[in-house]
């Protein structure tokens, strides 16, 4: 009972956790320097957000349990798009449009990048990474980060939900994933 009063819960620490594992997942220089994402704010935001359906179509097989972890996760990422808008310089007025334009983004991929997970279809993952990625067009083709999702997405159906719970995610190197003929 102290814990609840004093410290964070369980979930709330193992979804900080995830999420920060997240995050430095989005971060790997391969990502950027050799598979074209952008390294922009917006290139950043997608690697994160892709990172986010990832671990969340794993936590989805949970059922409630899943959702109560999922939950904290989101919350982590939300105060997090929050703070970096700020130190960006967006204003308080403009803060919450922001993160409703980030939270519509979000659950857009999710629907989008989650189907295509589904059905194991690399091209359409593909094609849906490079919208989102290159809005203007001039795209690269980014088949390496759509093998890389298929192959992280497999990896993470593999990973026990107790791991999970105690804030353990383990994505694959993508230095080793392999880019299918």
Known sequence: MLSRL?????????????????????????????????????????????????????????????????????????????????????????????????????YGRLASYGSYLAADDRAGLREALERNLFPDGGALPLEPLAAYALSASLALSRQTTKALEAGTVVFPDPAATAVPA
């Not at 995050?23 to 917006?42: E, K, S």
């Not at 310089?89 to 983004?105: A, I, T, W």
């Open 6 to 106: 004093f410290g964070r819960s369980r979930t709330n620490a193992a979804g900080d956790t995830l999420y920060r594992a997240i995050v430095a997942q989005a971060r790997l220089p391969r990502l950027y320097r050799d598979w074209g994402v952008p390294d922009t704010v917006d290139g950043r935001f997608e690697m994160i957000v892709l990172h986010l359906v990832l671990l969340f179509r794993r936590l989805g097989r949970d059922g409630e349990a899943g959702q109560a972890l999922a939950q904290p996760v989101f919350d982590t990422f939300l105060a997090d798009m929050d703070q970096q808008l700020r130190e960006m310089g967006v204003g308080d007025l403009g803060v919450p449009k922001r993160m409703k334009k980030m939270g519509e983004s979000f």
